[in-house]
């Protein structure tokens, strides 16, 4: 579990790994519109030994491009190193969402250059299936060191994302009713971004939750264009896009870019978008608020 290009861990091998110094849990259960509830559900039960992480507060910063803004990497680090987490221990995180926002924190260890990150395979329905206990004590990790390096992340902005459309393999991990534009539950438009091919976090898990094999996952991200030129993955807030990304790791292809704000960051520009199951295509040129839709 150690070795530093292990991207999962299963339930079966996090079980035996429990009380070795250089483990830490990480619960990321969050909720669309339902704040609060995941500290409630945390509080009712978790992994032993699990401290909790907030998508909103914890794994975001206050202000900046969507929804979800990416922190600046030294606070982010000096955060988790306040809660215990440090260089040398390996981290797995989890939800019980099959890890469609656990995956925030395996992007952002590794975006801070952290080795050690770890996603559950299966979240908590995988530990739960298994038979092992939940917790309800919190622990309290004495603050370590976490230092920021290079990772192999990559990252773009809307602006430069709208030069390079057409030129880019553009991913949306949303599910396809949000990719559609017929929900948009958190956002004041629907519909995505030109180009994008819809590419739900769905389709990369099996029945059970856990990540389809290695191959599958290939052959289905190859079928959507990735792996042949730069391919960005996109969201609605930059949290579950980190899926995506995981996703095509695991399938062996090329470190896709992250486009943190993703439709949350898009929607509210003057730039064009598209409705419907097409992809859409890219206009030359921006266009007024009144002419945003593209056919």
Same mark, same amino acid.
């Given at each position: 579990?150690?070795?530093?290009?292990?991207?999962?861990?299963?339930?079966?091998?996090?079980?035996?790994?429990?009380?070795?110094?250089?483990?830490?849990?990480?619960?990321?259960?969050?909720?669309?519109?339902?704040?609060?509830?995941?500290?409630?559900?945390?509080?009712?039960?978790?992994?032993?030994?699990?401290?909790?992480?907030?998508?909103?507060?914890?794994?975001?910063?206050?202000?900046?491009?969507?929804?979800?803004?990416?922190?600046?990497?030294?606070?982010?680090?000096?955060?988790?190193?306040?809660?215990?987490?440090?260089?040398? +221990?390996?981290?797995?995180?989890?939800?019980?969402?099959?890890?469609?926002?656990?995956?925030?924190?395996?992007?952002?260890? @590794?975006?801070? $250059? +952290?080795?050690?990150?770890?996603?559950?395979?299966?979240?908590?329905?995988?530990?739960?299936?298994? $038979? +092992?206990?939940?917790? #309800?004590?919190?622990? @309290?990790? =004495?603050?370590?060191?976490?230092?920021? +390096?290079?990772? =192999?992340?990559?990252?773009?902005?809307?602006?430069?994302?709208?030069?390079?459309?057409?030129?880019?393999?553009?991913?949306?991990?949303?599910? !396809?009713?949000?990719?559609?534009?017929?929900?948009? !539950?958190?956002?004041?438009?629907?519909?995505?971004?030109?180009?994008?091919? /819809?590419?739900?976090? /769905?389709?990369?898990?099996?029945?059970?939750?856990?990540?389809?094999?290695?191959?599958?996952?290939?052959?289905?991200? @190859?079928?959507?264009?990735?792996?042949?030129?730069?391919?960005?993955?996109?969201?609605? /807030?930059?949290?579950?896009?980190?899926?995506?990304?995981?996703?095509?790791?695991?399938? $062996?292809? =090329?470190?896709?870019?992250?486009?943190?704000?993703?439709?949350?960051?898009?929607?509210? /520009?003057?730039?064009?978008?598209? #409705?419907?199951?097409?992809?859409?295509?890219?206009?030359?040129?921006?266009?007024?608020?009144?002419?945003? @839709?593209? =056919?």
């Amino acid at each position: 579990m150690s070795a530093p290009d292990r991207h999962l861990v299963s339930a079966a091998e996090l079980a035996g790994f429990l009380g070795d110094p250089r483990l830490r849990l990480a619960d990321v259960r969050w909720y669309v519109g339902e704040p609060g509830r995941n500290r409630a559900e945390y509080a009712a039960g978790h992994l032993p030994g699990a401290v909790f992480l907030d998508v909103d507060t914890d794994l975001s910063a206050p202000t900046g491009p969507g929804r979800h803004p990416l922190p600046d990497p030294d606070d982010f680090a000096a955060l988790l190193a306040g809660r215990g987490f440090g260089d040398d +221990h390996v981290i797995v995180a989890y939800d019980d969402a099959d890890g469609v926002y656990a995956a925030r924190l395996w992007w952002m260890l @590794r975006w801070i $250059g +952290h080795p050690g990150a770890r996603l559950l395979d299966g979240g908590l329905r995988a530990w739960r299936a298994a $038979g +092992h206990a939940l917790s #309800t004590d919190e622990p @309290r990790h =004495p603050p370590a060191t976490m230092t920021v +390096h290079p990772g =192999p992340t990559r990252l773009i902005d809307r602006d430069d994302l709208w030069r390079r459309l057409g030129t880019v393999v553009l991913l949306d991990a949303r599910q !396809p009713d949000r990719y559609t534009g017929e929900q948009h !539950p958190v956002d004041p438009l629907g519909g995505h971004i030109p180009t994008a091919r /819809s590419a739900p976090t /769905s389709d990369n898990l099996g029945p059970d939750g856990r990540f389809l094999p290695a191959e599958e996952l290939a052959r289905h991200y @190859r079928a959507l264009g990735a792996g042949a030129g730069d391919t960005v993955a996109s969201c609605g /807030s930059g949290v579950t896009a980190c899926h995506d990304i995981l996703a095509m790791s695991l399938g $062996g292809l =090329p470190e896709p870019i992250l486009y943190p704000g993703s439709w949350s960051d898009w929607c509210t /520009s003057a730039l064009p978008y598209a #409705t419907g199951p097409e992809p859409g295509l890219a206009s030359p040129g921006p266009l007024g608020p009144g002419e945003a @839709r593209l =056919p």
